[in-house]
């Protein structure tokens, strides 16, 4: 069985990656995004077959990377969906930080 980690994952593309994921038995299914509630009900859609975690993985990257690798091990495949608009969170965001978050 493959370990999959997908971040960014209770919209958009990560949402249906994790859903269309979620119906083949091949995979071990963790779904990483901001909003608990979100990932709630992606797990619910997913008949319960997914692991969530609620974090910002943009906030401190190392620990939260270390803190799955410590709870999960070593993942086969991680799908990054993790995105952002021009309207950056940090105020003083730039289109260089949007671009270089979205590439």
Known sequence: MKKVLVLGASKGIGRATVVKLSKNENYSLVAVARSNEL???LKQE???K???ESMDV???PNEKANKLLKKYGVFDIVIHCVGSSLTNR???GSWEEALRLNA
Do not use: H, V
């Open 39 to 41: 990932l709630e009900t």
């Open 46 to 48: 997913c008949n319960n």
């Open 58 to 60: 943009l906030e401190n």
């Open 90 to 92: 940090d105020i003083f």
């Open 50 to 52: 997914i692991d969530i």
